[in-house]
C-alpha cells in the first residue's frame, strides 16, 4: 500500500516535529494518516520499524538531492565547480531543514529523535520497501563516499589519467566535508558556496566535464 505507506510515513515526521520520539504513539500516526492501527503494523510491524524507514526515507531524499545537484539543469557554462558547490548547499540546506539529515550526517543523535541502529536487522515484513529499510544506514563517513564517488564519476570526462581522477577524489571529498562542517557550524557570509568555490578553483576543474 504505498499511498497508505507514505501517509503513515508524513503523519509520523510530523508527529517527531511536535513532540519526542519516545512521546509520539502509533495510535495517534495511524488516525493521522486515517488508516487503522492494525495497517500500520502490518506495514512497518513495530515503532522500531516506522523509526527505521523514515530515517531510510530521509536517507534517501538527501542522495536524491545530491543527485539532482550533480545531474540536473545548470546555468548556461555550469561546469564541475558549480556543480559541486550545489551539492554542498543542498547538503547544508537539507540538514537545516530535516533534523534526521542532520543527525544522519553528523551521527549526532538527540534524545528528542529515534535512534535506529546503522547495522542491518533481521526482517520479518513482507513488504519490499520494509526489507530495504531494514538494511544498513550510511553513516557520516560512508554518506561522505557515497557523495564523493557519486560526484567523481559524474564529473569526470572519458579517459581521465588515473591521478587525475585520484586528484578529483580527493578534491570532491574535501568539499563534501567542508560541507558536512558547516552543518555543524553555519559559516557567516557568503555561505558554504564561498566556501568550496575557494577550495575548489576554476582551474582545478579546467579538464571535468
Do not use: H
Not at 550533480?70 to 537545516?96: H, K, Q, Y
Not at 577524489?169 to 557568503?190: D, F, I, N
Amino acid at each position: 500500500m504505498p499511498a497508505a505507506r507514505d501517509s503513515l510515513l508524513d503523519a509520523a515526521y510530523t508527529a517527531l516535529a511536535r513532540r519526542p520520539w519516545s512521546a509520539v504513539r502509533m495510535v495517534d500516526v495511524a488516525a493521522t494518516a486515517g488508516v487503522s492501527r492494525q495497517t500500520l503494523y502490518n506495514e512497518f510491524g513495530s515503532k522500531d520499524g516506522l523509526a527505521r524507514a523514515l530515517v531510510r526515507r530521509e536517507a534517501d531524499a538527501y542522495l536524491a538531492g545530491v543527485e539532482r545537484a550533480l545531474t540536473g539543469p545548470a546555468e548556461p557554462g555550469a561546469g564541475a565547480r558549480e556543480r559541486i558547490t550545489a551539492a554542498a548547499e543542498w547538503t547544508t540546506a537539507a540538514a537545516r531543514d530535516s533534523v534526521l539529515v542532520r543527525a544522519l550526517l553528523t551521527g549526532c543523535w538527540s534524545e528528542r529523535l529515534p535512534s535506529p541502529t546503522l547495522s542491518a536487522v533481521p526482517s520479518s515484513a513482507a513488504v519490499p520497501a520494509q526489507r530495504r529499510a531494514d538494511g544498513p544506514l550510511p553513516s557520516p563517513g560512508e554518506f561522505v563516499a557515497l557523495v564523493r564517488d557519486r560526484a567523481v564519476t559524474v564529473l569526470s570526462g572519458p579517459g581521465a589519467a588515473k591521478s587525475e581522477a585520484a586528484e578529483m577524489s580527493r578534491t570532491c571529498e574535501l568539499a563534501v566535508r567542508l560541507a558536512l562542517s558547516c552543518v555543524a557550524a553555519p559559516p557567516g557570509e557568503g555561505g558554504v558556496a564561498d566556501l568550496v568555490r575557494s577550495v575548489l578553483r576554476p582551474s582545478d576543474a579546467a579538464g571535468w566535464n
